[in-house]
């Protein structure tokens, strides 16, 4: 079955930019999405298609995919950022399944 | 309001058996993509099943011929009933729903907690 890889941690100051990268082979050639999950709370949809933020998401929260690479970027980081990230994807090929990431912990310094 | 509510978590014996549910509000499951993921404590997410609206069922490997995925049109509910349970699925239960269809869950519920252990 098909594997996303994550690293296990980012760390970021305050108003600067955070990349969290989601890596699987060729996975610019289907969708990413990514999940946002604090600490005892479900996950949150914050990017969907790549690219897409679901409504209340803000436009802080962008995502982009390409080649074997997708990646989650937050611009002018805020304390409330600090939470795990998840990648996800939708494997048909080798069965219907959804493929999540290990999760990123962004931390705010 | 779109809401899903789960129930039936809690402390089970390996090898036994546990039935979950997600009622769902402001929707109806029959038409929709709905799954469920886990999260084992301190652990990552792990898609679990799904069931589309044509009523395809599909499994994880770590569950596929023990647990099984179904749903209540009359009572708007999604179930997963878990059998020959390990300390292994220890985890709270999420179920998500997948508005359009594309693979993603747009919605999720609160959870529920299993724990496997004697």
């Known amino acids: 079955s098909y594997v996303v890889t994550q690293p296990p941690s980012v760390s970021v100051a305050p108003g600067k930019t955070a990349r969290i990268t989601c890596g699987g082979n060729n996975i610019g050639a289907i969708g990413v999405h990514w999940y946002q999950q604090k600490p005892g709370q479900a996950p949150v949809l914050v990017i969907y298609n790549d690219r897409d933020r679901p409504s209340g998401i803000p436009e802080r929260i962008s995502g982009s995919n390409s080649g074997n690479t997708a990646t989650l970027t937050i611009s002018r980081v805020e304390a409330e950022d600090e939470a795990d990230y998840y990648c996800q994807v939708w494997d048909t090929d080798s069965d219907h399944q959804g493929v999540f990431g290990g999760g990123t912990k962004l931390t705010v310094l | 309001e779109v809401q899903l509510v789960e129930s039936g978590g809690g402390l089970i014996q390996p090898g036994g058996s546990l039935r979950l549910s997600c009622a769902a509000s402001g929707f109806n499951v029959i038409t929709s993509y709905m799954s469920w993921v886990r999260q084992a404590p301190g652990k990552g997410l792990e898609w679990v099943s799904v069931?589309?609206?044509?009523?395809?069922?599909y499994y994880g490997d770590s569950v596929r011929g023990r647990f099984t995925i179904s749903r209540d049109k009359s009572k708007n509910t999604l179930y997963l009933q878990m059998d020959s349970l390990r300390a292994e699925d220890t985890a709270v239960y999420y179920c998500?729903?997948?508005?359009?269809?594309?693979?993603?869950?747009?919605?999720w519920g609160q959870g529920t907690l299993v724990t496997v252990s004697s």
């Open positions: 998500a729903r997948d508005t359009s269809a594309a693979g993603y869950f747009d919605t």
């Open positions: 069931i589309y609206n044509s009523g395809n069922v």
